[in-house]
């Protein structure tokens, strides 16, 4: 069945350092990966996505990376803050059934220390 | 970006009776919903997808007479949890996507925490 696995689960960085979160996934159909951010209490958002056609994405602070042929994608957070502080979600979806589905990895807990 | 309410954002119910949760897009066609279930620290677990007028399609081990879904018409889909034990609290979140097959960000609602006692 379709999977995705997520790490690390917890990550703790001092504020400016960098923070990798890396995601592996099972269906090779795979072909949109989102990023999510969840704030304590609130609901997930978008904070960047990328589509299988494309090996890299920036925006500003943040940045993902695909490899396709190795099933990996990653979230890069450059500079990071205290407001960067959340659980991330990485996602793929796949076409299944006629639905395009959202897979969620297990989260990771960012925290960013003054 | 669009909006996904979800309602109620909390409730407590009594063990043996259901439950019905909203989730409305308000400024969009929702063609399709995911309904997601949240356990405490834990990643958001697919429970169903629903296309507006169809059947929902729902992941292995959930059950469909237990957990109905509806989804009528392109901006509500809603979930009924029927004879509510203790076991079934947890956090529900909706999350709904315009389009057709394309790949488009998915909104979500903001969630309901549900107590049975």
């Known amino acids: 069945g379709e999977n995705v696995e997520q790490h690390p689960s917890t990550l703790s960085v001092q504020e400016g350092d960098s923070a990798v979160i890396k995601c592996t996934y099972s269906d090779s159909a795979s072909n949109y990966f989102p990023w999510y951010k969840q704030e304590l209490g609130k609901r997930p958002q978008l904070i960047i996505d990328?589509?299988?056609?494309?090996g890299e994405k920036k925006d500003q602070r943040i940045a993902v990376t695909l490899n396709k042929t190795a099933k990996h994608f990653s979230l890069h957070i450059t500079e990071t803050q205290p407001e960067d502080s959340a659980v991330y979600f990485c996602a793929a979806s796949i076409l299944s059934g006629g639905y395009n589905k959202l897979i969620f990895g297990a989260g990771t807990r960012l925290a960013v220390h003054p | 970006g669009a909006v996904v309410s979800q309602h109620p954002s909390r409730v407590i119910c009594k063990s043996g009776t259901s439950v019905k949760i909203e989730c409305r897009s308000l400024?969009?066609?929702?063609?399709?919903m995911f309904w997601y279930r949240q356990f405490p620290k834990q990643s958001l677990m697919l429970m169903a997808t629903?296309?507006?007028?169809?059947?929902?399609?729902?992941e292995q081990g959930v059950e469909k007479d237990k957990f109905l879904i509806n989804h009528a018409s392109l901006t509500l889909s809603t979930l009924t949890v029927t004879s509510a034990h203790p076991e079934d609290s947890s956090f529900y979140i909706c999350s709904a996507r315009g389009g057709s097959i394309k790949d488009t960000e998915a909104f979500f609602g903001q969630g309901t925490r549900l107590t049975v006692v």
């Open positions: 629903s296309n507006e007028g169809s059947k929902a399609t729902y």
């Open positions: 400024d969009f066609q929702a063609t399709t």
């Open positions: 990328i589509r299988s056609n494309v």
